[in-house]
């Protein structure tokens, strides 16, 4: 997978990831596409190191969305518990 799938990949897995765990974070588009950039290489080092179940680099596999999905929870929580829930 190239450059601009890690990047579309990316962009759904956080708007996903965002709308599971709904908040105002700030960010926007690009914070969003980052996140979830950031979440897919997270989890899939995660799926691949603790589980041991590699991720494919194919953008329909279910396991990478998974992983990226995932893995971009996991920073937005990680986010809340250091800065703060922004919803008060």
Do not use: C, E, Q
């Not at 596409?33 to 691949?48: N, R, Y």
């Amino acid at each position: 997978m190239g450059i601009v799938g890690w990047i579309v990949l990316g962009l759904l897995a956080g708007a996903i990831a965002k709308i599971l765990l709904p908040g105002r974070d700030p960010g926007g588009l690009v914070g969003t596409t980052v996140t979830g950039i950031a979440g897919a290489f997270l989890g899939g080092w995660i799926s691949s190191h603790f589980w041991h179940r590699p991720v494919a680099h194919h953008f329909y596999d279910l396991k990478t969305w998974i992983a990226a999905i995932g893995g971009a929870l996991v920073l937005l929580i990680g986010y809340r518990i250091l800065f703060g829930d922004s919803r008060r």
